[in-house]
């Protein structure tokens, strides 16, 4: 049986009144930013942007914090002077490999933007686990929680490694989106892809076989992490076959099967664990066919 991690929060930083937590003796408030070298600030980005690092010279704290959370697109249009404010009263904590940092059903009153890391997002029952999403640097989650009052958790959330998380409190985010409604059109932005995606899903899991939901999960990773190159798309992210197979609602051995059989006719190519596709069309017309 595998042992669960279960995740507390960290406490805030003791002159944050607007982010009090009974048990901040028990932790120490961790610093909002790390930086590389003098006057550099490196950090990683988005899944909506191809590029995932980010490096900005002779940049201030309050800089590199502007330009990170610039990428996360309910954020992208508030002014210097706002974004000043959310760091003011957003904590960060890091997390080891195997945290759960919720269950599902579980009371919750937080919003997560991951700074560094990777987490897995799924639902539980009999005894079988749904993979929802593997979220990366720059996606978040927890948002339906802090929106809706009383709600509980949709999905249990697990740390897949050692991961950094910018956490915002329920009432800090309510009084952001009072200043600024137009976060909600993102949120609803993105509940709207989440519902798709899970419709999606349940249809893929009632009329697609199993090599075919796996070559459609690889479509679709290559249309949220797929970096354009003129000899074709490069996945620029790196995928095991179990998260494929997690994502796909299938076995590990069925995905290394088809995988290779993609390999044979030339449809993908792998390096390193990143997925190459020279013609996405071909791998489309696997789907349709098989």
Not at 213 to 218: D, F, H, N, Q
Request: with cysteine; hydrophobic share 35%; charged share 30%.
């Amino acid at each position: 049986m595998r042992m669960m991690i279960r995740a507390f929060p960290a406490a805030a930083n003791p002159g944050r009144s607007t982010l009090h937590d009974p048990r901040a003796k028990e932790r120490p408030a961790q610093k909002m930013l790390t930086f590389q070298g003098q006057g550099t600030c490196t950090m990683k980005h988005g899944s909506s942007v191809p590029d995932r690092r980010l490096t900005e010279e002779g940049g201030s704290v309050m800089d590199c914090f502007e330009a990170w959370m610039r990428r996360v697109d309910f954020f992208s249009e508030l002014s210097a002077e706002h974004l000043s404010r959310i760091r003011n009263v957003m904590s960060e904590r890091t997390y080891k490999k195997g945290t759960i940092l919720f269950f599902e059903g579980d009371p919750g009153d937080e919003l997560f933007i991951i700074k560094a890391g990777k987490v897995k997002v799924y639902r539980t029952g009999e005894s079988k686990e749904v993979v929802l999403a593997y979220l990366f640097p720059g996606d978040y989650f927890g948002e339906m929680a802090v929106i809706q009052k009383d709600e509980a958790r949709s999905a249990t959330v697990e740390v897949t490694q050692k991961s950094t998380f910018y956490v915002l409190k329920q009432h800090d985010f309510n009084e952001l989106i009072v200043q600024h409604p137009s976060i909600c059109i993102h949120l609803l932005h993105l509940a709207m892809h989440r519902i798709r995606q899970s419709n999606e899903m349940i249809k893929d899991l009632t009329l697609l076989d199993a090599s075919s939901r796996i070559y459609k999960t690889i479509l679709r990773l290559a249309d949220e992490y797929g970096v354009p190159k003129s000899e074709g798309v490069w996945i620029n992210t790196r995928w095991t076959h179990q998260q494929i197979a997690d994502l796909s609602g299938t076995v590990r051995e069925t995905v290394t099967k088809s995988l290779l059989e993609l390999q044979r006719e030339n449809i993908i190519s792998i390096e390193q664990k990143k997925i190459f596709i020279p013609d996405r069309r071909r791998l489309q017309e696997k789907v349709k066919h098989s």
